[in-house]
């Protein structure tokens, strides 16, 4: 198995210095779990590179209610740098840890391209793809009580349908190796009810990661929000299988205790669907392991 995708700070606290000694930790919480390979993919949004080169983004958008709040979250969120990160995550594979570099990026519209042309002189293994927000608004952050009212003053269906297209911007930027929690927009467990809805939802989201060949992760991350199942479901799974979409296997965790957190459900899950490969990547190149290996 692999986890490839981890975060080396907890949301509300400040980035602090990242070690190798924390590093070489994760590595060993992963090995106890019989992962052989793990991803570092801190969100771009934790670096001061994200304040210089998107400016104020979120006041691009009408819902002013939400302007100061973004600039709070990224007043507090961006603050490491990005070199820094990279260079202490190469060293720990240049070590020998079983890591590879990533990074999770958001959709900013209308900055892609410019974001794209910047990420790719780094040297990632791997970029995440990833959509927490709909213009300013933070649909996942459920701890923060302006965000989560939102949920309220919004029609459920036009929100699966933003979500869905800012996906599919996503993918069509071409700024990501894999999509990460591709159905993230149920987190709140604010689904709607036609099913129809729901299968068109999954097709697009599949269309976009086998149009422009990106791989899709299985999270167990979904067990730890009130929607209470991994991402994706297994329907949108299925159909990713059915479409040869290649899989990765993800914790999305934010601290060590979390690494390979519900991986024996997962494991379960990708057994069931006779999923017998994963996609590991190296300088964002793509290549496929056996599951046990
Ligand atoms: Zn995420
Ligand atoms: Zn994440």
Known sequence: MIDYHLHLWEHPRKATEITLETLSKYCERAQSFGITQIAITEHFHRFVQSRSWLGDFWNRFDDINLYSSMKSYFDHHATYDLEDYIEVATQAKELGLPIVVGLEMDYYKEEMSQLNEKLSQYPFDVILGSVHWIKNWRFDDLDDPLSFNNWDSKNLESVWDEYA????????SKTCDVLAHP???KVANKIPKDAGLIREFNSRIVDSAKK??????????????????????????????????????????????????????????INSLNIKQLAIFHKRQRSIIQVNQ
Do not use: C, W
């Open 165 to 172: 297209l800012h996906m599919e911007e996503l993918s069509e």
């Open 183 to 185: 159905d993230l927009i």
């Open 212 to 269: 422009y060949d990106l791989a899709a992760e299985v999270s167990s991350a979904g067990f730890r929000k009130p929607v209470n199942e991994q991402y994706p479901s297994l329907d949108l799974l299925e159909l990713f299988v059915k479409n040869n979409i290649p899989i990765t296997t993800a914790s999305d965790a934010h601290r060590l205790e979390d690494i390979g957190s519900r991986f024996e459900d997962i494991k379960l899950l």
